[in-house]
T-cell receptor, first 111, second 115 residues
Framework: RKEVEQDPGPFNVPEGATVAFNCTYSNSASQSFFWYRQDCRKEPKLLMSVYSSGNEDGRFTAQLNRASQYISLLIRDSKLSDSATYLC????????????FGQGTELSVKP | GAVVSQHPSWVICKSGTSVKIECRSLDFQATTMFWYRQFPKQSLMLMATSNEGSKATYEQGVEKDKFLINHASLTLSTLTVTSAHPEDSSFYIC???????????FGPGTRLTVL
């Protein structure tokens, strides 16, 4: 079983749509959680951290369910510029702060 | 956010040669740097963790004699791919952080093609 699992997609949505990505992780000792965005042939960039209480940043909402070992990202009012691969990432602080990346979910927003 | 640079951004080399990739933290001191590899349509895979002044810790399955890592200062780590083969062709990305709980900042990556 992969340590971090995501549906690779692609998700093809029209502009303005709401889209949700899910992620599960296998290591219950995982201690912090993130969503990164990666554009084609570029490095990943931090989109947002994910907290158990849920957190929102503009059109983006992230949720963490520790009991189910499940992380989600909701994007509202999708823009063309949201097209990218979204990476679910967990941090193993008890292993020197290693970041473990999911495979990524590809999003394509069409006009 | 903090800035991490990598050099070169892309390199093409012949099979059997060695290639050195540099990772620099430009505006902060990085006690730890990480090296990742990403094949097309796949996830970033951690290769090794490098702490300044000590030997790198390699992930299972990564050959330390093939991928030499040096972290001689708080702002520079290097990855040398020795005796490169076509299967080493990949996107190599470094990241750097100040302390254990700090954010990792990623370099722009180096695309290696081995002919």
């Amino acid at each position: 079983r992969k340590e971090v699992e995501q549906d690779p997609g692609p998700f093809n949505v029209p502009e303005g749509a709401t889209v949700a990505f899910n992620c599960t992780y296998s290591n219950s000792a995982s201690q912090s959680f993130f969503w990164y965005r990666q554009d084609c042939r570029k490095e990943p960039k931090l989109l947002m951290s994910v907290y158990s209480s849920g957190n929102e940043d503009g059109r983006f909402t992230a949720q963490l369910n520790r009991a189910s070992q499940y992380i989600s990202l909701l994007i509202r009012d999708s823009k063309l510029s949201d097209s990218a691969t979204y990476l679910c990432v967990v941090n193993w602080l008890n292993q020197g702060g290693k970041l473990i990346f999911g495979q990524g979910t590809e999003l394509s927003v069409k006009p | 956010g903090a800035v991490v640079s990598q050099h070169p951004s892309w390199v093409i080399c012949k099979s059997g040669t060695s290639v050195k990739i540099e990772c620099r933290s430009l505006d902060f001191q990085a006690t730890t740097m990480f090296w990742y590899r990403q094949f097309p349509k796949q996830s970033l895979m951690l290769m090794a963790t490098s702490n300044e002044g000590s030997k790198a810790t390699y992930e299972q399955g990564v050959e330390k004699d093939k991928f030499l890592i040096n972290h001689a200062s708080l702002t520079l780590s290097t990855l040398t791919v020795t005796s490169a083969h076509p299967e080493d062709s990949s996107f190599y990305i470094c990241s750097a952080r100040k302390g254990l709980t700090d954010t990792q900042y990623f370099g722009p990556g180096t695309r290696l093609t081995v002919l």
